[in-house]
């Protein structure tokens, strides 16, 4: 399944922001999907899950910050982020994810482009 990352860009410490990502093939809806983000100079890293039946799962760092939905009739997943700081700043991508792990599944899609966004102190 292909997807397509969407809505970075520049906000100020303390904002908002919506991330959107579409996958391309209706067998989206019964993957669990996440997402992660990479911030310059480091790995990877978990962010947030969501499984087919709308449980949602956050690292820490964004527990009550960030929530994270989806739209199956659109085949679009959702990051809300609020109370943005600084060290989010990273380019953000999404995923299916294994719920028991929180890695990505790479063998059902790939990583696409991902989106950036900048938080400025």
């Known amino acids: 399944v292909q997807l397509q990352a969407s809505g970075g860009g520049l906000v100020q410490a303390g904002g908002s922001l919506r991330l959107s990502c579409a996958g391309s093939?209706?067998?989206?809806?019964?993957?669990?999907m996440g997402w992660f983000r990479q911030a310059p100079g480091k790995e990877r890293e978990f962010v947030a899950a969501?499984?087919?039946?709308?449980?949602?799962y956050y690292a820490d760092s964004v527990k009550g910050r960030f929530t994270i939905s989806r739209d199956n009739a659109k085949n679009t997943v959702y990051l809300q982020m609020n109370s943005l700081k600084p060290e989010d700043t990273a380019v953000y991508y999404c995923?299916?994810?294994?719920?028991?792990?929180?890695?990505?599944?790479?063998?059902?899609?790939?990583w696409g482009q991902g989106t950036q966004f900048t938080v400025s102190s």
């Open positions: 969501i499984s087919w039946s709308h449980n949602t």
């Open positions: 093939e209706r067998t989206f809806s019964s993957y669990h």
């Open positions: 995923a299916a994810v294994s719920i028991a792990t929180m890695k990505p599944r790479t063998d059902l899609t790939s």
